[in-house]
């Protein structure tokens, strides 16, 4: 079974970074690629940042793209979110997710496990 344990949250004033972290056990993540989402009160879920298996190809959402950076660590299992200039609209539960594909993509259709989240707080 594949557990997958988001960390790195917290609040944060606008303007300011995070990382956040995916822990990923049960299974490697070497063969398939990544993905964070994210969901706030009130809104739709949003793939916000996507990265293959090999880590060379990386999307971004235009919410996020030129602020956020993904990347991974496939000898640790672990997948991250470097997340800069985050503005009051980047409140959200942040998920990280697990495709069935090797390529990057922001459509949920090819994703198929997450893990519970972690609470992004930015104030203004």
């Known amino acids: 079974q594949v557990h997958l344990v988001e960390s790195g949250g917290g609040l944060v004033q606008a303007g300011g970074s995070l990382r956040l972290s995916c822990t990923i056990s049960?299974?490697?993540?070497?063969?398939?690629?990544m993905a964070w989402l994210r969901q706030a009160p009130g809104k739709e879920r949003e793939f916000v940042a996507s990265?293959?298996?090999?880590?060379?190809?990386?999307i971004y959402s235009d919410s996020v793209k030129g602020r956020f950076g993904i990347s991974r660590d496939n000898t640790k299992n672990t997948l991250y979110l470097q997340m800069h200039s985050l503005k009051p609209d980047d409140t959200a539960v942040y998920y990280c997710?697990?495709?069935?594909?090797?390529?990057?993509?922001?459509?949920?259709?090819?994703?198929?496990?997450w893990g519970q989240g972690t609470q992004v707080t930015v104030s203004s």
């Open positions: 049960g299974r490697t993540i070497s063969s398939t690629a």
């Open positions: 997710a697990r495709s069935r594909r090797y390529a990057a993509t922001l459509d949920p259709g090819e994703y198929d496990q």
């Open positions: 990265i293959n298996w090999s880590d060379v190809d990386t």
